[in-house]
């Protein structure tokens, strides 16, 4: 069974940081730098449209999370993966300063974290285009709590590794945490230290 969430950043830069904090000004001038043509750069091409679509999947996500009894104390989730990813590992941008933190999902109730498969902005999509290729009604535009992943996941095994994955190889085949609550996780940072 999976029992932590991961967050992948980098190394040379502070953790658990989110474009939804800035002002779009900064967070488009973020994007432009970080735009390329890998896996991890290519959603920053239209950095406008991107802050949109990611604004407006970060509200589904919250409105959806509540109505299941989740209580969030942020406006904007900090992202999270269920276990480990190695497609996450594999395109990072810059494996040298490639950095991963596990949290213990024993740090988090079911009001503070809500997940999608895969990544919540492919899984609305997916959920509202319902492409005959990838789309799977029972994963794709669906907020679940803690316990309903964690069911899933007993029942399917590790999405990366047991999973019939539809998803082609350039698109995140992980279950995305979201976490709502992010003075828990710089609490548990000043435990590391």
């Keep these: 069974m999976i029992d932590y969430l991961t967050h992948y950043y980098s190394i040379d830069k502070e953790p ?15 994007m432009e730098r970080l735009c390329d043509d890998t896996p991890y ?3 920053f091409k ?8 990611r604004k407006d999947t970060e509200h589904w996500v919250r409105e959806r999370f509540i109505a299941k009894g989740g ?8 992202s ?29 109730t079911e009001q ?4 999608t ?14 492409p005959v290729e990838y789309y799977q009604a029972e994963l794709h535009g669906k907020v679940f709590t803690l316990s309903e992943i964690l069911s899933i996941v007993e029942k399917k095994g590790r999405p990366e590794e047991d999973w019939e994955i539809k998803l082609p190889k350039h698109l995140a085949p992980y279950i995305e945490a979201q976490v ?14």
């Design 71 to 78: 209580r969030p104390k942020d406006k904007f989730p900090t």
């Design 180 to 193: 709502w609550n992010r003075e828990l996780l710089l609490e548990y940072r000043k435990h590391l230290k």
């Design 80 to 108: 999270m993966v269920l276990g480990s990813s190695k497609w996450l590992v594999e395109v990072a941008p810059n494996r040298e300063k490639h950095g991963e933190i596990r949290i213990p999902l024993s740090v988090f």
């Design 46 to 53: 239209n950095p406008i449209q991107y802050l949109k679509d």
């Design 117 to 130: 498969y895969p990544d919540s902005m492919l899984s609305r999509w997916l959920g509202l285009e319902k």
């Design 16 to 30: 658990f940081q989110s474009l939804s904090a800035l002002s779009d000004e900064e967070a488009i001038k973020i």
């Design 41 to 43: 750069g290519e959603r």
């Design 112 to 115: 503070d974290v809500s997940f």
